[in-house]
């Protein structure tokens, strides 16, 4: 477990969680938000993000923490992960998340709204096409969370 993609509808807890991840093995955490988003909330173009994570997934080890919904572009990521975790909390639990930490726009709450109906399938579909091979996990309670963490072995060579 070196290169790890870690999914969800926002507010699931993702950036926590790739924290947490990085606690117990020491892979660094890349923050894909901070890639994408520029300070005017432009959206990157396709092309670019492509660009952007080919560049990222180039490192020899990585937690990329991040799902850009219908910006996304996942099979640069998923090609390049050995492990896969979707984040599949309900609803309630990201939304009060959400409220907690910031101020989001409508686009955000739509797609939060409709992430297990429209989104979850495409994610788990993008999964199969092109990260096969990777070991997959979906957690979809805080008690799973804390049971994969207290299992994360800790790699070699990696500072722990």
Sequence with gaps: ?????ILGRGGAGKSTFARDLNAATGIP???????????????????RWVAV????????????????GPYDVLQVRLRAADTVVVLDFPLWRCAWR???RSRENLAFWRWMIG????????????????????????????HAVEAFLHTAPLEP???G
């Excluded at 429209?118 to 996990?137: F, Q, T």
Aim: no cysteine.
């Design 98 to 100: 959400a409220l907690r």
């Design 53 to 68: 994570q080919e560049e990222l997934t180039r490192a020899p080890a990585w937690i990329m923490d991040g799902d850009l």
């Design 157 to 159: 060579g990696l500072p």
């Design 115 to 142: 992430y297990r109906r429209r989104s979850l399938p495409l994610v788990i579909a993008a999964i199969d096409e092109y990260a096969s091979s990777a070991r997959v996990e979906v957690l979809r309670t805080p």
């Design 1 to 5: 477990m070196k290169k790890i993609v």
């Design 29 to 47: 955490v890349v923050e894909l938000d901070q890639h994408f988003w520029p300070p005017d909330l432009t959206p990157l173009s396709r092309v």
